[in-house]
Nanobody, 130 residues
Framework: QVHFVESGGGLVQPGGSLRLSCAAS????????IGWFRQAPGKEREGVAC????????FYIDSVKGRFTISRDNTDNTVYLHMDNLKPEDTAVYYC???????????????????????WGQGTRVTVSS
């Protein structure tokens, strides 16, 4: 069962911007920390940015700090990832996830690549290429 619906991916040139959306479906995500994760071809999944139930609580991995911004709108059960100055190494499938046992931002983003989240989506593909 898919719990999140991601959208907003696409092909963009290096230095460009995209905004990804993650809409919760069939449950209220308002009380969960939610993370954006990505998996590039041949690489393990990594947590990119995570946000707590309170929007002020966020975490980013070093490679995206200053370029990506995570936010949420609890009135419409949606989390966003605004990505600026995109680089070819940002190319990946991006998806969002949440979990009962990882309900704080840093542990959620640091979940092992093989961990299966309680709630997840099918992902949206981002390709950064000239």
């Amino acid at each position: 069962q898919v719990h999140f619906v991601e959208s907003g991916g696409g092909l963009v040139q290096p230095g460009g911007s995209l905004r990804l959306s993650c809409a919760a479906s069939g449950f209220s995500a308002n009380y969960y920390a939610i993370g954006w994760f990505r998996q590039a071809p041949g690489k393990e999944r990594e947590g990119v940015a995570c946000i707590g139930s309170r929007e002020s609580n966020t975490f980013y991995i070093d490679s995206v700090k200053g370029r990506f911004t995570i936010s949420r709108d609890n009135t419409d059960n949606t989390v966003y990832l605004h990505m600026d100055n995109l680089k070819p190494e940002d190319t990946a499938v991006y998806y969002c996830a949440a979990d009962f046992d990882y309900n704080t931002v840093q542990p959620l983003c640091a979940a092992t690549p093989s961990y299966e989240f309680d709630y997840w989506g099918q992902g949206t593909r981002v390709t950064v290429s000239s």
